[in-house]
């Protein structure tokens, strides 16, 4: 059985099965609320919840979840999946990297905590004026695609304010992407970028962000080097030098 409830004027479905979920459910039920929901709104948020009592898809109802998917691949902004069955859990943890947005895993004791991080927003990005051509970028938790997307205008915005760009990258609280596509979005908008780089500063803790900093190197015409978080200053100092 599905039940569907509506929230956030449609953009959240709310999702709860139990027992078998067959084709005929999914194809009458799951699909026309889904199709509806994207009718309105680029992206829609999904919590699906599996009680105890699921006992899980026949085969119509896998090919269709499959079909859905597909058909969808880029009309999903976030999806919670909350369940206490492993083989679930563990399928899902597996394939979250490689879907088109962020994928939690909760159990069902979770479920209020499911509910909130669907509603929160993931990751930031900030920017901080440091005089002349120097602007620092501060990345924040786990960043999603709609995060990056819509940082994008504000940091073309902050070029253009600007006589030349040179930048400070602060990594400190920056936690990495969630899922692919929002890896994809954050290289893109560094490609698109790197030309107008005169000078770039890289903070950070992780070994993996000073490594960014060296792949930075590679493709920046720009001189770039790494400062760990102690250094935050002398990385100000040394972009405005010279």
Known sequence: MIAIDKQMDGALLEVEISGRLTAEEYETTLV??????????????????LWQEFEGFDLGAAWA?????????????????????GWIKGSARVFAPLMPCPVQVFELAEAEEARRWIRESLGAVHFVD???????????????????????????AEIRARDGFRLLLDLT?????????ALMAHASLVRDHSGMVEKAAVVGDSAWQHMAQRVMSNFLK??????DSTGIERAKKWLKDG
């Open 32 to 49: 026309p609320a889904v199709e509806a929901a994207l009718a309105e709104h680029d992206r829609i948020r999904v919590v699906a919840i």
């Open 65 to 85: 979840d499959t079909k859905m998917g597909l058909s969808h691949w880029s009309g999903f902004d976030r999806i919670a999946l909350v369940t206490d069955t």
């Open 130 to 156: 440091l005089g002349g051509p120097g602007l620092m970028v501060q990345l924040v938790g786990k960043l999603e695609p709609a995060v990056i997307e819509a940082a994008e205008e504000d940091l073309e």
């Open 173 to 181: 609280e920056f936690d990495g992407w969630h899922g692919l596509s």
């Open 222 to 227: 720009a001189e770039t080097r790494f400062f």
